[in-house]
């Protein structure tokens, strides 16, 4: 509507009932809200208030209150009935919530030179439930700052309905090219409702990352820690490793205290693009449709990077083929870029195709080698061959006075020499030396 007012509606429809949001919005230099109610064709209705700061100043806000009224004790989305192996957001516990609630949350921050105090809050009342709330400050303060060091002061507490905690102490991390190491040391208390009261000890942790990514996109982290809270102690370890193949991790977690042992996990993912005319296993992001890229042709140490909107997915190479997984009811623009300073031969044009629920479509490149050769061409009585034009499948050129010539071919591909009244002769150029894309030829003689 302006440039500080705005309205935004939307329409949903599931198989029982629809649903129409609309909203609106003010923008000033001071902060933003957003007020929105909804309707339901069952009578269910709810109400939205969101204000925030713009950010422009030491204090800041962000304030969410929204209420839900369902006429039939079911929540206005109700989960599907089948999982979706490929669904990219797992499901979470707002979802399965009970159908009526009134939701509040809030943060209010002061910063005070390299100083962040905040306060946070939370509330949730459901129909047939307690209330449920959380509120407290915490602190962040880094006091040292040097090259890849950080030290920063932190401290926090918080009530619920349940339990009281606070935890005063240091946090240090410290990064270096891949590796970085983070530490805490403090202390921390936690009183609840249960039979354990009130505890406090001296608590802290210390973890070490050490992250590697080619190239290629192949990544490979690696993860080692110490942790000491209120009630345990615990070590953990994890590794994982991504590449065009797939992605695996192992994590395992063992407790110092108590009877707690030693737990494992293992975790391989990977996907099969099973098309018309290929078959491919891999894929580093499983969808519901893919695209396998091929290349071909004679330039075997060329590399190519496939871009997807512009945006580079993986990398393909001759004689190899490359399973992208991506999203359905989508069009995308690919094209290659290659990788390297090498001469090569390909189509660089963008291709486009639009993909649904289990197509995959089959992509083929050619990249052929070219290399720029130069010698001079003698007849086979010994005499230059003066003023003679050269065809190759890359173009045409010409020798000089003196016989000699410069043009650029494809891998083995012979040269065909034009003079005289439509005489020709040829050069095959099998096992020429091709150094940094030139070959020097020398003395040939055309036959």
Request: aromatic fraction near 8%; include cysteine.
């Amino acid at each position: 509507m302006s440039e500080s007012t705005a309205i935004d509606a939307a329409i949903l429809g599931t198989e029982k009932k629809a649903m129409l949001q609309v909203g609106g919005w003010l923008i000033t230099s001071f902060g933003r809200a957003r007020a929105a109610g909804l309707m339901s064709s069952d009578g269910s209705k709810g109400a939205l208030l969101q204000l925030g700061s713009a950010g422009t100043g030491p204090l800041n806000f962000n304030f969410d209150v929204r209420r839900v009224w369902s006429s039939n004790g079911e929540p206005l989305l109700p989960l599907p009935s089948y999982v979706d192996n490929f669904g990219p957001t797992p499901v979470t516990g707002a979802q399965v919530a009970a159908s009526s609630y009134t939701q509040a949350s809030g943060t209010l921050t002061y910063s005070l030179g390299s100083a962040l105090l905040s306060v946070t809050g939370s509330y949730r009342h459901d129909r047939g439930f307690k209330s449920d709330y959380t509120i407290g400050p915490s602190l962040s303060w880094p006091i040292v700052r040097q090259g890849g060091l950080q030290v920063i002061v932190q401290a926090d507490a918080q009530k619920s309905r349940t339990t009281t905690s606070a935890f005063a102490g240091f946090r240090v991390l410290y990064t270096a090219g891949g590796f970085s190491t983070l530490s805490t040391i403090g202390h921390a208390t936690l009183k609840d409702g249960g039979t354990r009261g009130s505890r406090s000890r001296q608590v802290g942790s210390l973890s070490g990352q050490w992250f590697y990514q080619d190239d290629e996109r192949t990544q490979v982290s690696l993860e080692g820690a110490l942790q000491r809270d209120v009630d345990t102690s615990t070590a953990r370890a994890n590794a994982f490793v991504a590449n065009q193949l797939g992605s695996g991790r192992v994590e395992v977690l063992h407790s110092l205290e108590g009877n707690g042992g030693t737990q494992f996990g293992l975790t391989l993912q990977t996907g099969i693009a099973l098309g018309s005319k290929a078959v491919e296993i891999g894929g580093r992001d499983l969808n519901q449709s893919a695209v396998i890229a091929s290349m071909a042709g004679s330039a075997k140490d060329a590399a190519f990077d496939v871009l997807i909107d512009e945006i580079a997915r993986g990398r393909v190479s001759a004689g190899r083929r490359l399973p992208i997984f991506l999203e359905a009811y989508r069009s995308y623009n690919l094209r290659l870029r290659p990788v390297g300073s090498s001469a090569v031969d390909y189509d660089s044009a963008v291709r486009k195709i639009t993909l649904f629920p289990g197509n995959v479509e089959h992509l083929n490149w050619t990249a052929e080698q070219v290399s720029t050769v130069f010698g001079q061409a003698f007849l086979a009585n010994g005499r230059p061959l003066a003023n003679a034009s050269i065809s190759t499948r890359r173009g045409v050129g010409q020798t000089d006075d003196e016989g000699y010539f410069q043009i650029d071919v494809e891998a083995n591909e012979p040269l065909t020499f034009k003079f005289g009244a439509n005489e020709t002769c040829g050069v095959p150029l099998v096992g020429a030396q091709v150094q940094s894309d030139y070959a020097s030829l020398g003395r040939v003689v055309c036959r």
